[in-house]
């Protein structure tokens, strides 16, 4: 595919990457390209980074078809910058884009272009400690009419943004409230593709929990609210007793890529992983009588994320002493030791960047 390449003339000085937060600095670059029925994808192009023009009835500001991905290029040692597993995050993307009907982009296209893209960027690639380039690719429908129907017409666009630590906790536990109230998604809703509704309908809960003076909730299935799902915007891993526990992907869970990262590690080191349903009974029995001994989240934004206290029915666990456990701080490790080519990636899930 032919990627047109357009410089900027005012390229804007580097953060200090001591002070990065998330996503609020960009680089200098974008890249977009648009779709139509007729024409597939076309004009595909990488542009000085500013504002996007759209016509008032666009389809994504009325009937919510947007769908994204997340992932990191790193800075190793040697000054290469490299990715992880992106290849996963285009796949995940066009069963997001299947599940809302937007268009597929070809899969050698997808990585061809994230991979110009980073090139271009990848003097944001940020060096110090825990920091990262995070890349936004998002698409949304673009049709100029009010007609709810697959589009015919979108854009694909990729963004990316120096960042530090996502919570501000860093790898410090955060306090997690059970949501028993709002559900994130559904089974035969858009729970397992990663499209901006979810987020829209996750916001209220977490506000609440913020306001309480927890960092996220822990979201319960939407049937039953019974069963363990997410934490937050990130999937969720317990260690009961001599088991590691995760929710299994029944359709409302996003199937996340440090989550399978996770599961790959741990059962390749001899741990049980299961991947079932563990309902918040279960949960709370643990919790109780202190098989539970680990619980984190794990995601790629803030990597594996410590849970130091659950709320419950207004009751307040603590775990682990609200310290970081054996299990999490060692995928932390693994997992940011790999994504910064500090160990060795003996599974084949980095991708340097040339
Ligand atoms: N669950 C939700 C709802 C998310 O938004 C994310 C973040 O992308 C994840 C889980 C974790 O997915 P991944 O590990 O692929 O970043
Ligand atoms: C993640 O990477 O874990 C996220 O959930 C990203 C978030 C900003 C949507």
Not at 30 to 40: A, H, K, L, P, V
Not at 43 to 48: E, N, W
Not at 71 to 96: C, H, T, W
Request: proline share 4%; glycine share 10%.
């Amino acid at each position: 595919m032919e990627i047109k390449i357009v410089k900027t003339d005012c390229p804007k000085e580097k953060p200090d990457s001591s002070t990065l937060g998330f996503g609020k600095i960009f680089t200098d670059h974008m890249f977009i390209m648009d779709y139509s029925r007729e024409q597939g994808w076309h004009d595909a192009r990488i542009v000085p980074f500013g504002y996007i023009s759209l016509h008032p009835a666009s389809t994504v500001l009325h009937y919510g078809s947007e769908i994204f991905e997340g992932l990191k290029a790193y800075r190793r040692a040697d000054g290469k910058v490299q990715l992880f597993r992106p290849i996963e995050n285009v796949r995940r993307m066009n069963n997001s884009a299947e599940r809302l009907c937007l268009p597929q982009i070809d899969e050698k296209d997808a990585m061809q272009i994230l991979e110009t893209f980073v090139s271009v960027e990848q003097d944001w690639t940020p060096s110090a400690e825990g920091t990262s380039l995070y890349l936004r690719p998002f698409m949304f429908g673009n049709d100029e009419s009010l007609g709810v129907h697959a589009v015919h017409n979108a854009t694909y666009m990729i963004i990316a943004s120096p960042v530090g630590s996502y919570y501000k906790e860093g790898i410090n536990p955060v306090k997690i409230m059970i949501e028993d109230e709002d559900v994130r998604a559904v089974r035969g809703g858009t729970g397992y593709a990663k499209c901006g509704g979810n987020y829209a309908a996750s916001n209220r809960a977490g506000e609440r929990a913020e306001q309480k003076g927890y960092s996220q909730v822990l979201w319960l299935d939407g049937v039953e609210r019974r069963y363990i799902e997410e934490v937050g915007a990130m999937n969720v891993m317990f260690k009961i007793g001599g088991e590691i526990v995760t929710p299994k992907l029944t359709g409302s869970i996003l199937p996340g890529i440090t989550r399978k990262s996770c599961i790959e590690v741990l059962k390749g080191e001899g741990y049980t992983v299961n991947e079932r349903l563990l309902s918040v009974d279960e949960l709370g029995e643990a919790l109780k009588n202190g098989t539970l001994e680990e619980a984190w989240g794990c995601g790629t934004a803030a990597v594996v994320s410590p849970i130091g206290e659950l709320c419950y029915k207004g009751v307040k666990y603590t775990i682990n002493n609200g310290e970081i456990g054996k299990v999490t701080q060692h995928l932390y490790d693994t997992l940011t030791g790999i994504q910064w080519g500090k160990i060795e990636d003996k599974y084949g899930w980095t991708y340097p960047i040339k």
